[in-house]
């Protein structure tokens, strides 16, 4: 089976760096990544745009606007990105930047940092970014749900909010990063009440290929994704990610195989994200 890992990171961001020697174990680089997409025939990944000025200042007020994949020179030929918005500095060039960034081959989307940044998605601050998104026909991912910072505000990344923005955009697209985890039943109902909202799996465990078995055997964390998945009905609306380098590969494809039934593993692993994601299809090889 191909698969589309619709949310990583490639981005050089000292918290990154340290949760791939820490935690994760990952060669955190193009070789590292190359070697784990081969080995999973994953074909295509989808960076989420982020930067930080300082080394550790992440989530960075200062950040440029766009954020992009700032690891290495050039990026890997696989990877394609969603812009980063960093709402504290959306003054007006910067939205002729983030316009002239969006017309870009390889933007396939742009990415909220809701949780890190103190704003609700549905603030009047994001309205110019969510017209940029239509008019290039780019679908939004927000951030849902834990903040991997101490310094995030979780009341801004509750996936409540996204209830009132996909009312009100609805010829947006918005994919719920993370299922919103822990607010795993508030994410189910909004994507199945919402037609333009949608949910990736991506960050739901951070760490070694012991960590991900540790937690795959623990039925009431399975569960607790399970419930959210089968009250939701509906697979059409879910896009695998992973949330590398915080975790590996191979190991986190086998935890969501094991959460999602089989005949839906297409849909989850691939099609849906090639739907979501309109662009990304001249990447693809058929
Ligand atoms: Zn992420």
């Not at 508030?186 to 991900?212: F, R």
Request: some cysteine; proline content about 5%.
């Amino acid at each position: 089976m191909k698969i589309i890992d619709a949310h990583l990171h490639f981005s050089n961001l000292q918290k990154f760096k340290d949760t791939a020697n820490n935690l994760s174990n990952i060669d955190y680089s193009s070789k590292g990544l190359t070697k784990e997409f081969n080995d999973s025939n994953v074909v295509l990944g989808i960076g989420m745009g982020l930067t930080e000025m300082k080394k550790g200042a992440f989530p960075d007020a200062e950040s440029k606007n766009p954020m992009d994949l700032d690891l290495e020179k050039e990026l890997p030929k696989f990877l394609v990105y969603c812009l980063g918005i960093n709402p504290e500095r959306l003054k007006k060039n910067q939205l002729a930047d983030i316009d002239e960034e969006a017309k870009k081959d390889r933007v396939v989307g742009l990415k909220i940092y809701a949780g890190y940044y103190p704003y609700y998605v549905y603030d009047e601050i994001y309205t110019p970014v969510y017209e940029i998104a239509k008019k290039y026909n780019l679908p939004i991912v927000i951030h849902s749900g834990d903040t991997y910072s101490d310094r995030g505000l979780l009341k801004y990344s509750h996936p409540l909010a996204v209830d009132e923005l996909a009312v009100k955009h609805r010829e947006i697209n918005f994919i719920i990063a993370h299922f919103g985890d822990p607010w795993i039943m508030e994410t189910a109902e909004i994507i199945s009440k919402n037609p333009n909202v949608y949910a990736d799996l991506s960050g739901l465990i951070v760490g070694d290929e012991k960590q991900v078995d540790r937690f795959k055997n623990q039925r009431l964390f399975v569960d607790h994704f399970k419930r959210g998945f089968v009250y939701a009905d509906n697979y059409f609306k879910l896009l695998f990610g992973t949330d590398w380098p915080l975790v590996q590969i191979k190991p986190y494809i086998d935890f969501i195989k094991h959460l999602i039934p089989d005949e839906f593993h297409e849909y989850v692993f691939y099609r849906n994200a090639l739907k979501v994601f309109p662009k990304i299809k001249r990447y693809i090889q058929y």
